[in-house]
């Protein structure tokens, strides 16, 4: 006998409602770590769940696709984000930041402290103002506790900066080392030759397992000392459509020689990882 259409559209409904669910519950804590390199243009934006649940987001891209990241890789119904990081104040990392911050619930914001008067920068502070989200100024030797076992080592920039640095952004960019069971991830922001150099020198540790490639594979960035120094087996430039011939070839031929499996947002999409 067949159904009429009242019992149709109730039937579709239930269909749609099951679906949603069995997505919800995809998306909830399963004990491992998750860490999204997001597929957002020409800038940076990394999410990162915990075993537990808990959310960090590393750079806000370079327009509204990190919210879109967010709502495909997050419950529909768990609007708390536990902890942005702001590597730098380029517009290609943070411009979806303040809406985030109109969006969501915000546990805290990490971030250098590097002085920039950008209007979308600014509007962070006063954000981060209106709804009491305490901001924290992080630097070099700083551990930063997300659960047990997940920990966020600040690596770059140290207060002061070393004399003869230049006053620029991204040799101001937070690197961190991301730790979880074993599991390293080396986030580098916009870094330079000279803070690379720096930090071989000191013999900090860079080893990581992935690598969160500097500057979209700009020339400015992974020299080859501090590439042999993180030996990382997978390495992600997030990059999109550009003028400035990101990634470099050579830099993605250095990172092959190396023996790194190069993966690229603008050809792979979001690229997950996944730790257990």
Do not use: C
């Amino acid at each position: 006998m067949p159904l009429s259409p009242s019992r149709w559209i109730v039937l579709t409904i239930l269909l749609i409602a099951a679906g949603l669910s069995m997505r919800e519950w995809s998306l909830y804590p399963d004990g491992h770590l998750h860490l999204h390199f997001l597929a957002v243009g020409q800038g940076d934006s990394a999410l990162i769940v915990t075993p537990e649940g808990k959310s960090i987001v590393i750079d806000g891209g370079p327009d509204w696709s990190t919210l879109e990241g967010l709502g495909k890789y997050r419950p529909f119904l768990n609007r708390h984000i536990d902890l942005l990081v702001l590597s730098h104040p380029n517009l290609d990392h943070l411009l979806s930041f303040p809406e985030i911050l109109k969006r969501y619930s915000v546990g805290g914001i990490a971030l250098s402290g590097a002085e920039n008067s950008l209007p979308r920068y600014r509007e962070i502070f006063a954000l981060a103002a209106k709804n009491a989200v305490p901001i924290i100024t992080v630097s070099a030797g700083q551990t930063v506790n997300i659960e047990k076992g997940v920990n966020m080592n600040i690596l770059w920039p140290p207060k002061p900066m070393p004399k003869g640095f230049p006053k620029n952004d991204n040799d101001q960019s937070v690197v961190l080392m991301l730790t979880y069971n074993g599991h390293r991830a080396l986030f580098t922001g916009d870094e330079e030759h000279q803070v690379e150099e720096t930090l071989v020198r000191s013999h900090t540790d860079l080893q990581a397992n992935i690598l969160k490639v500097a500057h979209h594979g700009s020339r400015t960035s992974s020299s080859t000392g501090f590439l042999l120094a993180v030996h990382p087996s997978l390495a992600v430039i997030s990059v999109g459509e550009n003028t400035y011939g990101h990634p470099r070839p050579e830099i993605v031929k250095r990172l092959e020689a190396m023996g790194a499996e190069v993966r690229r947002t603008d050809e792979d999409g979001t690229v997950e990882v996944v730790w257990k």
